[in-house]
Nanobody, 119 residues
Framework: QVQLVESGGGLVKFGGSLRLSCAAS????????VGWYRQVPGKERELVAR???????NYADSVKGRFALSSDNVENVVYLRMNSLKPEDTAVYYC?????????????WGQGTQVTVSS
């Protein structure tokens, strides 16, 4: 089992910044992937940023240059720093982790944190 607890969402003005935190119940170094997705009503959940296997970091094109993913591997926390926020960044942001075992791949999700950007 993996528990992911997000925090840091809120209301921010256009051009503002927020930092989201995701605290994991296990070492994030053991995850095959860990990062953030977001979802707006009526749309599919989409990748925002993640640390993937092989040491790669992936960002959605829409956030490149504005968002930055980082981690504290001792405290098992993944951060998403969001700068130059736009109204279209408004969504519920979910922390995600993927693990693998003999039974296959497992996806774990946090409860989500709302980010609202006002114009």
């Amino acid at each position: 089992q993996v528990q992911l607890v997000e925090s840091g969402g809120g209301l921010v003005k256009f051009g503002g910044s927020l930092r989201l935190s995701c605290a994991a119940s296990r070492s994030i170094l053991n995850f095959d992937a860990v990062g953030w997705y977001r979802q707006v009503p009526g749309k599919e959940r989409e990748l925002v940023a993640r640390f993937a296997s092989g040491g790669t970091t992936n960002y959605a094109d829409s956030v490149k240059g504005r968002f930055a993913l980082s981690s504290d591997n001792v405290e098992n926390v993944v951060y998403l720093r969001m700068n130059s926020l736009k109204p279209e960044d408004t969504a519920v942001y979910y922390c995600h982790a993927r693990t693998s075992s003999w039974s296959g791949l497992h996806d774990w999700w946090g409860q989500g944190t709302q980010v609202t950007v006002s114009s």
